[in-house]
């Protein structure tokens, strides 16, 4: 071994050029590694800790009884579990008027672990007494100044304390804390519960559940939160596997999902074996060219008697004595470029409404990807080894084995020398060729790919902000009611039209429906709990108790076996029936053609991969929608149980598919994707139905000069409007849209520095195989060629390489952009995966390859030439 290691150490120091371009892809590499890894790692962290501050620091909540309650706080510690908080809350009573609002009890420990701290005041001690936050205040009317009188349902109360409040799209009801001698009156106890993070939190739950008797399906979990912690059971990979290959289609789609979507802390680590294999690539070609210069020593040292082991030996302890400097140099470079990166676009790696936290550098995936390339470089040693010791002594010294010395004679046919000896340096060796073109297409597919991903993922985030997050509009107002009769009045709409720091204003109406569909035409039996849980009882699970109450379900099978299914029917403004362009899976819109043919469109339904063929209603078919005879019937009528009288029924024609609508509301039987919609103009739901009035409307604001005073202008036109909500998002647009700007850059940046590496590889390989001929390029300089026709023969050949490397880089993108339109229509469930890299992108790549090879292939030839003929000859 020690002869071995000087052997190495003798090679390393006398080829220094190839030690240094293997030293130096190593660096780049790890240093991209590990600094990815660190950024990805401190980026969950403050993703972690904002589930924390968005969702409260709790893991799972119970509801208890007196009885729990206490023997749980006398045993916070047992047998494989630990509580570090326990968190009680009750519900006294819930208010209707003038909003739906709780009031709440919560103790020291649940006011902690919600984030609920008190910016003013104190805690409700009295039961006269009230905390309220900003956002409760501000839509109440109340001044924000202690010792206010608040009056909520038949009582009044005095503002004791300000408590601080959630971002605006976070979607919470209004909570009034009041204090603990306060009559329950609806007996809802709840403990939030928060175990050890140092430990396993889905095992101490299960420790928890046997030692109370508690039954596991009872305890809610905080799930933005307990994925971060191991708070729920891991599914065994292989049932992963076994339970998507039992599947009747979308096997593997469900295993990708399972794996990586389910599983936040997987992409990181997919993202690792990425750049891993990508390094060892990088690592393995540079270094099978330095052992091509010596193949001919190592034959002498094989005649001599070492044998395998000990060649094997020598290559990996070359390799990894210069892994063993570049990988901490790396890592510790990219981490010191990942903090500062972190430092200015910490956004990118959390998520999109996250509170960055301070850089971490990942230790664990440090020592993690050290012991897997170590032993990557075991196996590169390996295979390097295995091939020299199959070759013959004649092909060794010969220092080609590729393939016999051919013999033909090429000047019988042509006459163009030059061009015959390009095509055959070219290939010559069929193995190199494949590799250069390999490294050259690299760079650019994965720049393509990145770019491709990158367009996508940005408008993917801008579509669902502005649908699943309701981030469409810089303001909002809507009814927090379930009741059709309470809406904002028309000429209040005109009146927000009026005021002066407000640009647009787009109002939508709404209805609550049904449409009859036949068992033909639905697919999905199990997609609504209500009528699944006859096919499959694990559905009964999902069922809504609240819109069983109220609505009889979302859907229901009648006897004959056909369904009804309940639709959310909305008013929208022509401009936003334009903007539903961005959603369209099929059809055309047009607010025209709607209104003139009195069509309709319909926001579908999708299934966890991604697919929208469940339900078998496409553009030109007819509906049947019934709906309410009038905004003003009673609340029962809501379940389409009632008496014919009480309905009205109209056939539509289907205009156009698509798969999210804009402004919505969750106050009837959901506003998410999982719900049908129905979308007419509001002139037609004016024409159709009768209705009056708007249950939403969306404000942008005008230039920031002139928004001075717009909020309290809002509010004084709303003011007699009962149960009207007001929402400003503009703080969180802003966020959103320079979280994409810069995450944009990030995944650029990360492209060009994997084109980098690739560069490096490329002028290492090129410049091996041109100075590995400087024999035959002796005898051609001997028999009279030029200098100029020899640099011309030579700059014809990279020309070549970049043109055919070029054309196999389209052909890599047109194959990773399928894949990468896969994972995002079906793994990660994208809304309208369409954008496209620019072709003056494409064509670009195309001259860097071509520029590259020029480059790579111009140096080493003007340093053939510096040579004297004579020299050449002899090497």
């Not at 010596?294 to 094989?302: C, E, H, K, M, P």
């Amino acid at each position: 071994m020690r002869t071995a290691a000087k052997l190495a150490w003798q090679y390393s120091r006398f080829y220094l050029r190839q030690t240094l371009s293997i030293f130096f892809s190593i660096l780049l590499a790890m240093a991209l590694l590990g600094g990815i890894s660190s950024l990805v790692y401190s980026g969950q962290s403050s993703s972690r800790e904002n589930a924390r501050q968005r969702g409260g620091d709790w893991h799972y909540y119970a509801d208890a009884d007196e009885k729990m309650e206490d023997e749980i706080e006398k045993h916070p510690k047992g047998r494989g579990y630990e509580l570090k908080r326990v968190g009680h809350m009750e519900t006294k009573a819930v208010i209707g008027e003038p909003y739906v609002i709780s009031l709440t009890y919560g103790d020291g420990d649940y006011m902690d672990i919600m984030g609920r701290t008190l910016e003013e005041g104190k805690y409700p001690q009295q039961q006269d007494e009230i905390a309220l936050d900003t956002y409760t205040i501000s839509n109440l009317q109340v001044e924000k100044k202690l010792g206010t009188r608040v009056t909520l349902g038949e009582k009044t109360y005095t503002l004791c304390g300000i408590v601080k409040s959630r971002p605006a799209n976070s979607g919470e009801e209004m909570i009034a804390f009041v204090s603990e001698d306060t009559p329950n009156e609806t007996g809802k106890t709840r403990l939030y519960l928060r175990f050890d993070e140092g430990k396993k939190v889905y095992k101490q739950l299960e420790a928890l559940a046997a030692q109370f008797k508690i039954p596991t399906k009872t305890l809610k979990r905080n799930n933005e939160l307990t994925a971060y912690v191991e708070g729920t059971l891991p599914t065994a990979f292989l049932y992963i596997i076994k339970t998507g290959l039992q599947l009747p289609e979308g096997k593997f789609t469900y295993i990708l999902s399972s794996i990586l979507r389910d599983n936040p802390g997987t992409n990181g680590s997919a993202i690792s074996v990425v750049l891993i294999l990508f390094s060892i690539f990088i690592i393995y070609s540079i270094y099978r060219i330095s052992l091509q210069k010596r193949i001919s020593q190592y034959g002498v040292l094989n005649v001599l008697g070492i044998g395998g082991i000990r060649l094997f030996q020598m290559m990996f302890l070359e390799l990894w004595g210069i892994f063993l400097i570049g990988y901490p140099v790396g890592s510790l470079l990219g981490n010191l470029a990942a903090r500062v990166l972190y430092g200015r676009f910490s956004r990118v790696f959390t998520s999109e409404d996250a509170v960055p936290g301070s850089f971490m550098a990942d230790t664990d995936s440090l020592i993690r990807n050290f012991a897997v390339l170590s032993v990557l470089l075991v196996l590169v040693s390996m295979r390097l080894c295995r091939k020299l010791v199959k070759m013959n002594l004649m092909q060794i010294l010969r220092k080609n084995p590729a393939k016999q010395r051919s013999r033909k004679i090429y000047s019988l046919k042509t006459e163009d020398m030059p061009e015959v000896l390009t095509k055959k340096f070219m290939f010559e060796r069929k193995s190199v060729f494949v590799g250069i073109l390999f490294s050259l297409a690299l760079g650019g597919i994965i720049f393509l790919g990145t770019s491709y991903m990158t367009a996508n993922t940005k408008k993917n985030n801008m579509l669902t902000m502005k649908a699943d997050d309701g981030l469409g509009s810089d303001m909002l107002l809507y009814e927090e009611s379930n009741d059709l009769s309470q809406v904002i009045p028309e000429d209040t709409a005109d009146k927000l039209k009026e005021i002066r720091g407000i640009s647009k204003v787009l109002p939508t109406s709404y209805l609550l429906g049904e449409i009859p569909v036949k068992r033909q035409d639905f697919e999905w039996l199990t997609y609504f709990a209500e009528i699944g849980v006859k096919y499959d009882p694990e559905c009964a699970e999902n069922i809504s108790r609240r819109n069983m109450e109220l609505y009889g379900g979302r859907a229901v099978e009648d006897a004959g076996g056909d369904f009804r299914l309940k639709t959310n029917v909305y008013g929208y403004e022509p401009e936003m029936i334009g903007k539903l362009s961005d959603y369209l899976l099929e059809g055309t819109i047009d607010p025209e053609s709607l209104e003139k043919e009195n069509a309709v469109i319909l926001q579908t339904i999708m299934d966890g991969q991604g697919n929208y063929d469940g339900l078998k209603i496409r553009p030109g078919d007819t509906i049947t929608l019934k709906v309410p005879k009038d905004q003003g019937v009673p609340e029962e009528v809501y379940k389409f149980q009632s008496g014919e009288e009480w309905y009205r029924e109209k056939e539509f024609t289907v205009a156009a598919l698509v798969n999210r609508t804009m402004a919505k509301t969750d106050f009837y039987i959901g506003g998410d994707s999982d719900c049908l919609s129905l979308i007419f103009t509001n002139k037609q739901m004016k024409d159709n139905f009768g209705v009056q009035g708007y249950q939403i409307i969306s404000m942008d604001k005008a230039s920031a000069s002139e928004t001075n005073g717009v909020e309290k202008q809002v509010r004084e036109a709303v003011s007699s409007v009962p149960r009207c909500v007001f929402k400003d998002y503009t703080a969180d647009i802003a966020r959103e849209n320079t979280f994409l700007a810069q995450k944009m850059l990030f995944f650029y940046g990360v492209g060009l520095i994997l084109l980098l590496i690739s560069v490096l590889h490329i002028m290492n390989s090129i410049s091996s195989m041109v100075l590995s001929r400087r024999h035959e390029f002796g005898i051609l300089r001997a028999m009279g060629i030029s200098d100029r026709g020899y640099m011309g023969m030579m700059l014809k050949e990279a020309l070549r390489y970049g043109i055919y490397a070029s054309l196999v880089m389209a052909a890599g993108y047109v194959l990773m952009r399928r894949f990468l339109l896969y994972m995002m229509q079906k793994v990660y469930l994208f809304v309208m995966p369409q954008e496209e890299v620019s072709m003056w992108l494409i064509f670009g790549l195309t001259a860097v390859n071509i520029l590259l090879s020029m480059a790579a292939v111009a140096m080493p030839v003007r340093a053939v030439l510096k040579d004297s003929v004579v020299e050449e000859i002899r090497r």
